[in-house]
């Protein structure tokens, strides 16, 4: 499982992606991060059952609610101008499954549980067998927030974001700069995003 800082910075990353959205604005950039780490509000599902890690990595890491998540948000600003549906649909599926992807190459410290990416067809749970990112310890079966939220400040989980900083916070900055680059080109030329 990785932590929300390694989420936010592959949210990042593909939110600086040309295709994303015409303007590089803060607005979606924040969309990104949040798109990102989207799959985790079943943490509040938990929370409301008494149970924080009851859904966790449930339905809501699944193929399946992605497109469900892609396809709500690009219904929401459809009305927005001519291919906004598809590009923010298809955009917000992928800043919401790039939250899966990263949890499924982060170490399963809870016993290689995997997920149910295939559901609702099936129940199964996938993991994958060569994991790269050290992942988070946390305590939430069972547990009340404050518990948890210590077991997320161990020296193994501060190591973990470290690695997670370490390699994908040079993709987000190569995006974001290659981004403004090209849009400084853009602009010099005439031609706008």
Request: hydrophobic share 50%.
């Amino acid at each position: 499982m990785a932590s929300p800082v390694g989420h936010t910075l592959l949210g990042l990353a593909l939110g600086s992606g040309r295709g994303a959205s015409p303007r590089l604005s803060v607005a979606w950039l924040v969309f990104a991060i949040v798109a990102a780490n989207a799959p985790d509000l079943d943490y509040l599902a938990g929370l409301l059952a008494g149970d924080l890690g009851r859904f966790h990595r449930g339905v809501s890491h699944s193929v399946f609610a992605g497109l469900l998540f892609g396809t709500a948000v690009g219904l929401a600003v459809r009305g927005a101008g001519r291919g906004a549906f598809g590009r923010t649909a298809v955009w917000a599926g992928l800043l919401y499954l790039s939250h899966i992807v990263i949890d499924l190459v982060g170490f399963d410290h809870g016993g290689r549980s995997g997920m149910p990416l295939l559901w609702p067809i099936t129940d199964e749970t996938v993991y994958w067998p060569w994991p790269f990112l050290p992942g988070l310890v946390s305590i939430t079966r069972g547990t009340e927030v404050g518990t948890f939220l210590r077991s997320l400040a161990s020296a193994s989980n501060v190591r973990a974001v470290l690695v997670e900083i370490l390699l994908l916070g040079p993709l987000a900055l190569f995006a974001w700069r290659s981004r403004r680059r090209e849009r400084a080109r853009s602009r010099t030329s005439g031609v706008s995003d």
